[in-house]
Each structure stands twice: as structure tokens, then as C-alpha cells.
């Protein structure tokens, strides 16, 4: 049974940078068919695809266009873990931000079978 | 704004069958895939419909998806109390919105 266990900071201050990890059990984040995904979540955006880490004889990151240019997304294989780091945040970024494993074939790119359980990450002087 | 755009509400009675619309475009669910979740209150997402209208073990056969074009709809019949949840559906957007988009969720109540 694959479970996803998040951790990191609840409150970050403006222009700060957000940063959260994804401790893996179960599976392997080097793994040929699984995709590494960061989702957020707020009552005003909704819920928000924002980046994923695959392995396929080398890694790959995709990102959201709304964060591009602000985020990282990193697989850590000697703790089986993989983390967010978002820059210059600003309090729009107040969200509940959740890990989840997808696939990497075209076809299982979104589906999300395993969550982590949510961290609400407040962004605030 | 979602790039998936999905009805805020819809409502039913035990035992009615309801459908949730979810629209988008040629780059998104006209060319991708449609995923559907479930969100019960202060619970992560959970996976409902893939593929389109593909269900994963362990969900009921009461849940259902299809897709016509651009559009997407997830039906549930023989609606029941334990249904009342926010949805969602999601695709991968080959355009510059992308590339993973939902749509912004529509909350369910059985009334």
C-alpha cells in the first residue's frame, strides 16, 4: 500500500519561499511508471495541478504556467522522498497543498490514486 | 477562472440520477483524457472516473463517465446521502493554459 506522508511549515512570510517534502512508502520515487505531483488547493483557485517529477532513465519536471518561473520540484532518492520549493510567495499563494502520485503514460497523467494528507500552508506577516 | 468550466451546484433526491457537466476545448479534453474526483469535507481528493469513464476498484457502478468532444459529463444514479461532495474533473491541456487543469467543482447536495 503506497502511502505519501507530507511535512513542512504552516506559515511562511511574504517574498519567502515555500517549502514542503513528500516522504514515499511503498513505492519508489525512481519508479519507470510513477509521476510525483504537488496540487494545491483554495477557496478562490480551486484546486491547482502544479508540478510533477518523473523518472525515465532521467529526470523530468513539468510545471504549471501560473508557477513556472517560481517553481521546483525535486526527487530526493537516498530518502525515498521528493519536495516543493515555490519563490516570492505572496498571500495568494495560501493554500492547502497536497503530494499525489500519478502515472507518466499520456493516458495516466492526471490520475492521481494516492494523496498525501494536506498541508495548509498560510502565506502572512 | 478554470480553463474546465463546470456547474457550481447541482442537487437531487435519494434515488435520482444526476449528471455534472464539465466543458473545455480542443487542447484539453477534446484531445486528452477526463478525470473525475471526489472530494468529501476536509478529505484529499479521491480518484472517481479515469480515462474518461473508466472506474477503479472500489467504486461503485453507480458512478459513471463519458465524453463528446469538448465536454464531459459524470452521472450518478440511485443518488444516495453519503453522494454529497464536491467534484471535480480534470484533463491535460496540450495549449499554454496547461498543462494539468480541473475544473473549478461542483458541489453536490442530496436534498
Known amino acids: 500500500q503506497v502511502q505519501l506522508q507530507q511535512s513542512g511549515p504552516g506559515l511562511v512570510k511574504p517574498s519567502q519561499t515555500l517549502s514542503l517534502t513528500c516522504a514515499i512508502s511503498?513505492?519508489?520515487?525512481?519508479?519507470?511508471?510513477?509521476?510525483w505531483n504537488w496540487i494545491r488547493q483554495s477557496p478562490s483557485r480551486g484546486l491547482e495541478w502544479l508540478g510533477r517529477?518523473?523518472?525515465?532513465?532521467?529526470?523530468?519536471?513539468d510545471y504549471a504556467v501560473s508557477v513556472k518561473s517560481r517553481i521546483t520540484i525535486n526527487p530526493d532518492t537516498s530518502k525515498n522522498q521528493f519536495s516543493l520549493q515555490l519563490n516570492s510567495v505572496t498571500p495568494e499563494d495560501t493554500a492547502v497543498y497536497y503530494c499525489?502520485?500519478?502515472?507518466?503514460?499520456?493516458?495516466?497523467?492526471?490520475?492521481?490514486?494516492?494523496w498525501g494528507q494536506g498541508t495548509l500552508v498560510t502565506v502572512s506577516s | 477562472q478554470s480553463v474546465l468550466t463546470q456547474p457550481p451546484s447541482a442537487s437531487g433526491t435519494p434515488g435520482q440520477r444526476v449528471t455534472i457537466s464539465c466543458s473545455g476545448s480542443s487542447s484539453n479534453i477534446g484531445s486528452n483524457y477526463v478525470y473525475w474526483y471526489q472530494q468529501l469535507p476536509g478529505t484529499a481528493p479521491k480518484l472517481l472516473i479515469y480515462?474518461?469513464?473508466q472506474r477503479p476498484s472500489g467504486v461503485p457502478d453507480r458512478f459513471s463517465g463519458s465524453k463528446s468532444g469538448t465536454s464531459a459529463s459524470l452521472a450518478i444514479s440511485g443518488l444516495r446521502s453519503e453522494d454529497e461532495a464536491d467534484y471535480y474533473c480534470?484533463?491535460?491541456?496540450?495549449?499554454?493554459?496547461?498543462?494539468?487543469?480541473f475544473g473549478g467543482g461542483t458541489k453536490l447536495t442530496v436534498l
Open positions: 480534470a484533463a491535460w491541456d496540450d495549449s499554454l493554459s496547461g498543462p494539468g487543469v
Open positions: 499525489a502520485r500519478a502515472g507518466v503514460r499520456r493516458e495516466e497523467r492526471l490520475q492521481f490514486d494516492y
Open positions: 480515462r474518461n469513464n
Open positions: 511503498g513505492d519508489s520515487v525512481s519508479s519507470n511508471s510513477a509521476a
Open positions: 517529477t518523473y523518472y525515465r532513465s532521467k529526470w523530468y519536471n
